[in-house]
């Protein structure tokens, strides 16, 4: 049986990703530093190793794949990242490279490492979780928008490249707008942040990979980059703030 891996399952959509292809006759493994909620979280899912890990670790990502990689794993969803809202000058500096590591390095390794395997196999699918935040850059969350931008650019380079080769596995980016998880809380906004559903936009998201979307954008926000892409930097980044600070309103 086939094997999907999912990072940053403990909830949101890492949790109802897993969720999704459980119910389509996957073997998962969700990987999150908090093993409790997943233990909650994946009760009922039969087929299912929860690995308790934090991958901001650098050290635990080959440890993860070294773990992992006899499983015939043919689906890799690097979700795993967080973001820290403030000011550039006031984030604690740990915090920011703790992000980093979390949002870029380690979904550099294991996307590398993984890749490796099913290219070699000519099968495969990776889907990494990027923003819509991937497109411009946003004061109060300019670190976390800079890591998406780097997981956009990276995977569609990498795209390019298994298509000179006419290679079979897929790699595609998931970039949605605000969804209705604990995101926002975790990363320091006070306000009240609505958002897609989570599962329908997991689902969304799931649906466009089988379908080999190259981004994959739910909801309005579809039509965002044609709009960036036209205007001047400048006027979307004060724009972007002036998003951003309502969260704190």
Sequence with gaps: METALITGA???IG????IILANKGYNIIVVARNREKMEQAFKSVKNCTIISMDLSVIENCYKLYNE???KNITILINNAGYGVFGKFLNINLDNELNMINLNIKSLHILTKLYLKDMVAKDKGYILNVGSIGSFF???LLSSYYATKSYVLSLSLAIREELKREKSNVYIGIFCPATI???FHKKAGAKGKVKGLDSY???KYAIDKMFNKKTIIIPSY???LPFFIAIMPKVFITKLA???QIKKQN
């Design 10 to 12: 403990s909830d949101g």
């Design 15 to 18: 949790k109802h990703m897993a």
């Design 68 to 70: 992992t990689k006899n």
């Design 137 to 139: 850059a946003s004061p």
């Design 180 to 182: 209705d998880t604990s």
């Design 200 to 202: 329908k936009a997991s």
């Design 221 to 223: 926000a579809k039509v």
């Design 241 to 243: 703030y002036k998003m």
